[in-house]
T-cell receptor
Framework: SQKIEQNSEALNIQEGKTATLTCNYT??????LQWYRQDPGRGPVFLLL?????KEKRKERLKVTFDTTLKQSLFHITASQPADSATYLC????????????FGKGTLLTVNP | GAVVSQHPSWVICKSGTSVKIECRSL??????MFWYRQFPKQSLMLMAT?????????EQGVEKDKFLINHASLTLSTLTVTSAHPEDSSFYIC?????????????FGQGTRLTVV
């Protein structure tokens, strides 16, 4: 089965800097990969989806890359703000289904003012 | 658009009782709904997938007789935790996917914090 590793449990950065979060997966390459934001005691909120044939995707201050050779996705937040503090989850479809999602444990990002 | 509402947001129940959690898609038709459980500092673990009008498909290790799922309409799915025990205390989250553009991402409810005492 697919295994997802978000190798930083927590990341602290200074306001204005760029936050970079990593998501690695094992086994086969998924058709797409998604990133979600989760605040404490809340359900996840969708941020970005990147497909296997896309190298990079941007949305405002967010950028996602997808390297199927390295089996890795990087999630960047530029000009970070304290309001960006949250847990960020990487998700991708497990084997045998493009409809379900398997989630990583997430990285808790704290942006200090 | 694409709002999923989950109710209640929290519930405390006595051991041995049953608890029902509702998940509604407010402005779209959810062809498929998913139920997850999340323990503190852990990943979301998929419990089951339900399609409207058919039986839910449970993930390995999830007891279907304990976690009853009903998806009677395209806008409502319910999860009933039967004979709840303290180890069932967790954060339960539903998500829904629609058709067309709404099939690309999963829309999540706000979650239900279940505490069994």
């Amino acid at each position: 089965s697919q295994k997802i590793e978000q190798n930083s449990e927590a990341l602290n950065i200074q306001e204005g800097k760029t936050a970079t979060l990593t998501c690695n997966y094992t086994n086969y390459s998924p058709a797409y990969l998604q990133w979600y934001r989760q605040d404490p005691g809340r359900g996840p909120v969708f941020l970005l989806l990147i497909r296997e044939n896309e190298k990079e995707k941007r949305k405002e201050r967010l950028k996602v890359t997808f390297d199927t050779t390295l089996k890795q996705s990087l999630f960047h937040i530029t000009a970070s703000q304290p309001a960006d503090s949250a847990t960020y989850l990487c998700a991708l479809p497990p084997g045998g289904s493009n409809y379900k999602l398997t989630f990583g444990k997430g990285t808790l990002l704290t942006v200090n003012p | 658009g694409a709002v999923v509402s989950q109710h209640p947001s929290w519930v405390i129940c006595k051991s041995g009782t049953s608890v029902k959690i509702e998940c509604r898609s407010l402005d779209f038709q959810a062809t498929t709904m998913f139920w997850y459980r999340q323990f503190p500092k852990q990943s979301l673990m998929l419990m089951a997938t339900s399609n409207e009008g058919s039986k839910a498909t449970y993930e390995q290790g999830v007891e279907k007789d304990k976690f009853l799922i009903n998806h009677a309409s395209l806008t409502l799915s319910t999860l009933t935790v039967t004979s709840a025990h303290p180890e069932d205390s967790s954060f339960y989250i539903c998500s829904a996917r629609g058709q067309g553009r709404l099939n690309t991402e999963a829309f999540f409810g706000q979650g239900t914090r279940l505490t069994v005492v």
